[in-house]
Structures are given as structure tokens and as C-alpha cells.
């Protein structure tokens, strides 16, 4: 699998309206594709969806209230040998009210309704109908695509929980419309639950979880069981990984950790006693660690914070290094809240273990693109203005460079790793993989 940073993030956002696409050409004052027709698109500064409705407001004229959104597509990669361009598609589709107007800025050229057949014949960007198609046509409710925006815009809950909800609105929404449902129309529910939180391996995981299982039970199923079994999975696997943090932390007396992890707070919790000490990064700009040493406080376990910048220092002074994750990606690294890997390699190098803390339910499965999400200060609430970019806020650290990884049957181990991507690869969750 490619890293991270192999690939340049761009939205492209599709606005429709009964049965057409809007479709823009690309002005001479573009920096790349002059003359090419596109969606209205641009480099991911934020999280994918708050990008979609930045690019339909500058691009389109297209407020939220003059929309709604009806497609989130799995993101796609896209080679252009051409230009040497390697990019990674985040597809949207927006249903536009009737009273609304398009009013496009310098981006464009020109503008203009298609039919969806018509893209083919158009001189477009690399992957444009690839991507259409991953967002076409449109379905779901608006109650559906609620739950998945509110999930694919959250800056303050964790992987697990935004997950449960994620799974709570994708189980609604089909057992009220199951009768109306095909097998394509179940495939496309569960991609989109996928697609609307990419980078925490716990979507596209459990989405495959889901495929495997309605593959399991054949034309005879019950989606509403699988989503309340797999809800039952996640919430066994998280307090199984807690135990065996917990257990595998008893020799140790003063951890440092950063961010807020249900896994790592518990295990914590269970793991300290009257003498051992919590050191915690802040974890800007949100300072997730700053809520968890509060929590931790609160069930009377000493614990402290430091700045971030003081990472390196603190790292030093401890027995171990102990952390949580979003995701555990084809190449064998983990995904967690930007600072991991400094942290990690300061442990390495002073002769200081690091341990992660995961479950089962993040591991990727085969071909799913690795992304780091950025997000602004505007998605945190701020006060900095809508344009403003930010920086990644997750990292990627080897496994490798961990002394253990604990999950809900112990240690993660090469060989049981591929043997859940193996099964999880065996459906097929990305298009075309």
C-alpha cells in the first residue's frame, strides 16, 4: 500500500439537480487542467466534507441552505502519467433546491448542466467519471445523510464512538427501507458509512465486516441483527483490549501518553495504583489530552500535562510509552493523534518500551487509501476565518517500532494481521479493487 503522502487530497464536489450534473470548465488562470471540465474542486485543507461545502461556496455560490448532500464517495486514486500527478479523490454529490443559481468564479471558463452519459465524451480532468460514479445516483434519506455528515465533520468524539453512530444511522436507514433495497442498493449504503470518516480504520473495516456478513448468510439476512452484532463486537473488543493493556502495563509505574482514547483512559484506570503517575501531552489544538488527565484525575489517578512542544522531555522521564489508534494500515503502521511517532522514536532511542493499545476493528482492509486528516480552526469552532488551512493531525508509526500491540486476544501479531485482511479483502468493498 502506498504511504500517506504519496498522494496530493482533493474534493470534488458534484452539484445535481433533477437528473443533471453541473460540470465547470476550467479557466486559463488554473493552475493545472486549463480547459478541462471538472466538478468544483480543491486541495483538502480540512476535513473532506467541511472541503465540499468550502469549494460549493467559493466555486458554486452554493450556500448550505441551497443544498443538501445525497453522495459521499469512497475516495479515489487517480495517476496522471501526463503530468506526473498522483492524486486522491474525495467525491461528494449535492442535490441543489430549485430556487438556487450557480455562480461560478475565475475557476471557470464556463459552465453547464449534463446528462451523467455525457461525461464520457468530455475532455475532463484525470478520474472524473470514476469519481461521478462512486456518488451516482443519488440516494438515502435526509435523516440518513444527516447521521453521516454529523459523523464526517465531528472534531471531539473518538473512532469508536463516531463509528457507533456512523453504524446507528447506516442500520436505521436500511431497516426502514429494506423492502426497497437491492443488493446494490445495501452495497452503496454501507460504502458511503465507509467513505464519510476514511481515515479511522474502523469504518471501512466494519463496513467490510458487514458485507462479509450478509455474503455469510446469503439472500436471507437480517441487516438489522448484523449492525446490533457488530455494535456488540466493537463494545467486546474495546473492554477485552482494555484487560489486556492493563495486564501487559503492571511492571510499569509512570506511562506517558497524548490525546483522549475510551481504550487507553480505561485501561489506565484499571492499570494504576497509589504510586504510579500519568504524564499527558496536551494534544493541540484541541488538547484531547488536556480532557483526558481530567478524567483520569477524576477516578484518582495522578496524572499530569505537559506541553506538547515538551514531548521529547517527558518521554525521557518515564517507564513506557502508551497510546491509542485510529487505524493499522496495509503497511503495517499506526494511525494515531500527530505526536505518536515522535514520541515512539524518543522512547526507541532512549531504551524506553512503547506499547499501543487497538482492536481487531481497525485494521484496514486490503486497497483502502491511507489518509491523514487535516483540519482548520474554523472545524474546531474557532474564530480564524473559513480559508484558513491546517495541518495533519494524525501521524503514522511502524508497529514495528512497538514493543506490543494490544488487542482483544492478546498481542498483535504479522501473521494475524494478514489473516484478518485476508478475510476482509475477500469482499468487495472498494470499487474496482
Known sequence: MEGADDRVPVVTAFACRNGRVALIRRSERVGTYRGAWAGFSGYVERLPLNQAWQE?????????????????????????PESGHRWLVFPFLFELTEAVEIKTDWEAAEWGWFAPEEIADLKTVPGLEQAF????????????WNGLAGVATDTSLGATELARRGLTALGGYVQANYDNLNTVGLLRTVRAFAACRPAMGVFPDLAARLLLGME??????????????????????????????????????????????????????????????VVVAESGPRNEGVRLAEHLSSHDVRARTVPDADIPSAVRDVDAVFVGCDAITDAEELLNKAGTRSAVVTAKAAGIPAYAVAQTFKIMPP???????????????????????????????????????????????????????????????????
Open 56 to 80: 460549493m461556496a467559493e466555486e458554486a455560490g452554493v450556500g448550505r441552505q441551497d443544498a443538501r448532500l445525497t453522495g459521499i464517495g469512497i475516495p479515489l486514486p487517480v495517476d496522471d
Open 133 to 144: 460514479l462512486r456518488v451516482w445516483p443519488a440516494f438515502g434519506d435526509r435523516e440518513f
Open 216 to 277: 455469510r448468510e446469503g439472500g436471507q439476512f437480517d441487516f438489522g441483527a448484523l449492525v446490533t452484532e457488530l455494535l456488540g463486537a466493537v463494545e467486546d473488543a474495546t473492554d477485552l483490549s482494555v484487560g489486556v493493556a492493563a495486564d501487559g502495563l503492571r511492571d510499569k509505574r509512570r506511562l506517558f501518553t497524548l490525546s483522549y482514547s475510551e481504550a487507553v483512559r480505561d485501561a489506565i484506570i484499571s492499570w494504576h495504583t497509589a504510586d504510579s503517575e
Open 367 to 433: 486497497g483502502w487509501p491511507v489518509f491523514l486528516e487535516r483540519q482548520s480552526p474554523a472545524d474546531f469552532g474557532e474564530t480564524a476565518g473559513e480559508s484558513q488551512t491546517g495541518s495533519p493531525v494524525f501521524d503514522l508509526t511502524p508497529l514495528g517500532s512497538f514493543d506490543a500491540v494490544f488487542a482483544e486476544e492478546g498481542r498483535i501479531t504479522s501473521a494475524g494481521l494478514a489473516e484478518i485482511r485476508a478475510e476482509l479483502g475477500s469482499v468487495e468493498l472498494v470499487p474496482g479493487a
